[in-house]
């Protein structure tokens, strides 16, 4: 009776002293395990965030290896995801095009120009579009994976290129990461903030700037129709933690897919997709749709609670890395 007494009073004492630090592997676990629940087996691909992270960024080679790597993969066919959205990205990292009344809006620039010429122009005219419509080019952010063929896009085809103006300052300024099979970055065409709109013709695509994965990334809103049906859909502008250890950073990030949630509830935001397709399933999706009959549901259409879902996963992952960090020091 003593033995179990002086038990419970030891691990009263370990909750008294573990609950004086906010953090520990306890609330490193906590957050992964809410993490996990929240993503259940659909948004299953968001998990890989919950990974620990390295606590220093790749180094120049690392990266440009890894680049290379990505580069080399087989360039997948174009997509028609929505009756106004197209994918024209590459294996790696997404191009998505709005078609609006008066040309196209086109969501990142893959890795260089010769990428943006030989991918995107190319897929562009397979599903029936012309490049020469590009008006607008948003770059969700200032890494060369997004912009580095917008310089191509601007001098072929006129296209304005669109960030924030953190990102452009920060790029303008030499703070951003860099890898020999980047292109330049573009001059400054268009700064977006928070609340901007991007009009084209019949659509608007609203900017919201989500601080986290870079300092000035863009995830843009717009609509999208789909078997008579119009769709909101966001897509989220960064996800990796590859800026190493950086509360700030994943502070702003967590807060960002708290805001975006909320956002998406009272939207009605049912759409979520991804610049990275490992992300958002998009080649499985495009697949489906291309072997689906017109009016079986669109499986980019995952529904309001489940965009919900996907941003707070995120946001667990990100509460999950901090800690981790703060332990680290
Ligand atoms: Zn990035």
């Known amino acids: ?21 906010a953090q520990s592997e306890a609330t490193v676990a906590a957050h992964v395990a809410r993490a996990r629940q929240l993503a259940g087996d659909d948004l299953k691909a968001l998990l890989v965030l919950c990974q620990p992270a390295p606590s220093a960024r790749s180094t ?36 998505w095009a709005i078609r609006t009344s008066q040309g196209l809006i086109l969501i990142d620039a893959l890795n260089n120009n010769q990428e943006a010429a030989e ?3 190319p897929g562009l005219r397979k599903l029936g579009l012309s490049p020469a419509d590009i008006k607008n080019v948003i770059v969700t952010h200032a890494h060369g994976d997004h912009y580095g063929g917008a310089t191509y896009l601007q001098q072929k085809h006129g296209a304005k290129v669109v960030m924030s103006e953190q ?9 951003v990461i860099t890898s020999a099979h980047w292109g330049p970055m573009p001059k400054r065409d268009v700064t977006v903030r928070e609340g901007d709109k991007v009009t084209l013709g019949d659509t608007a695509v609203t900017i919201h700037i989500t601080p986290g994965h870079t300092v000035g990334t863009i995830t843009p809103v717009f609509e999208a129709k789909s078997g008579g049906k119009t769709h909101r859909v966001v897509l989220w502008g960064g996800t990796a933690f590859n800026f190493g250890n950086n509360i700030p950073r994943l502070d702003s990030y967590a807060e ?10 009272e939207q009605g935001i049912d759409v979520m997709i991804s610049n990275h397709a490992a992300y958002d399933g998009a080649f499985a999706k495009l697949a489906q749709l291309r072997k689906q009959g017109a009016m079986e549901p669109n499986p980019f259409v995952i529904g309001t609670p489940a965009v919900v879902r996907g941003l707070q996963t995120m946001g667990e992952c990100a509460r999950a890395q901090k800690d981790r960090f703060l332990l680290q020091k």
């Open 60 to 95: 120049p080679r690392e990266r440009d290896e890894r680049i290379a790597r990505e580069i080399a993969r087989p360039v997948p066919e174009p997509g028609k995801a929505f009756d106004n959205l197209y994918y024209v990205g590459a294996a790696w990292v997404s191009a």
């Open 167 to 175: 990102d452009w300052t920060q790029s303008e300024t030499g703070e």
């Open 1 to 21: 009776m003593k033995l179990v007494s002086s038990v419970a009073a030891t691990s009263a004492a370990l909750v008294i002293a573990s609950s004086a630090f």
């Open 119 to 121: 991918v995107i122009d």
């Open 256 to 265: 960002a897919t708290d805001r975006i949630a909320r956002l998406a509830q």
